[in-house]
């Protein structure tokens, strides 16, 4: 069965420091990858979403990696700001569970003025 | 476009009630999905829906039962509340697009069984 951890399950830094959330799978057979942001109360937004034949995705001050035979990934923010706090989930598509999305918990994100 | 809509924002039952979560979505999408939010857990897939007419379960259904008469509505059942249901809701719809299946979350429906 896919498990997804995520880790730190809790962050906080200081504005303009630089970094990384991790993302683990069990299983390496994916689609793909995804990274949600999720505000308190609100939805999840999607940030990137990485095909198993890519090794990252960039989106503005966000890089993701993803080494599928590792079962990792990771979240990089660059020059972190007050508006980045949230909550950030990876979700993996995979064979195993119908081509259907299998969430992390989540990492906390704090970034202190 | 309003995207994805759920209502009630937040509701409390009391044990062995009923209710309906509402979803609808606006953009033509013909995927939908039930997901249900634990306090520090990942999201659940509850039922799912691959177009009008078409559901089939998810990781967690019990308790819950979908119907998908429309493109746009995807309301959520739940029959005889218990409080392990006490959660946050979500509904997403999706499409297939060139670089994969993308998709797009309601802001969530707060359940409080007592």
């Known amino acids: 069965k896919q498990e997804v951890t995520q880790i730190p399950a809790a962050l906080s830094v200081p504005e303009g420091e630089n970094l990384v959330l991790n993302c683990s799978f069990t299983?390496?057979?994916?689609?793909?990858l995804q990274w949600f942001r999720q505000d308190p109360g609100k939805g999840l937004t999607s940030l990137l979403l990485i095909q198993s034949s890519q090794r990252e995705q960039t989106s503005g001050r966000l890089n993701a990696s993803l080494d599928k035979s590792s079962g990792r990934s990771t979240l990089y923010i660059a020059a972190s700001q007050p508006g980045d706090s949230a909550t950030y989930l990876c979700a993996v598509r995979g064979v195993e569970y119908g081509n259907k999305l299998v969430f992390g918990a989540g990492t906390i994100l704090r970034v202190k003025s | 476009n309003a995207g994805v809509t759920q209502t009630p924002k937040f509701r409390i039952l009391k044990i062995g009630q009923s209710m309906t979560l509402q979803c609808a979505q606006d953009m033509n999408h013909n995927y939908m999905y039930w997901y249900r939010q634990d306090p520090g857990m990942g999201l659940k897939l509850i039922y799912y829906s691959v177009g009008a007419g078409i559901t089939d379960k998810g990781e967690v259904p019990n308790g819950y039962n979908v119907s998908r008469s429309t493109t746009e509505d995807f309301p959520l059942r739940l029959e005889l509340a218990a409080p392990s249901q006490t959660s946050v809701y979500f509904c997403?719809?999706?499409?297939?697009?060139?670089?994969?299946?993308?998709?797009?979350f309601g802001p969530g429906t707060r359940l409080l069984v007592l």
């Open positions: 997403a719809s999706s499409y297939v697009g060139a670089f994969g299946e993308t998709q797009y």
């Open positions: 299983d390496s057979a994916i689609y793909n």
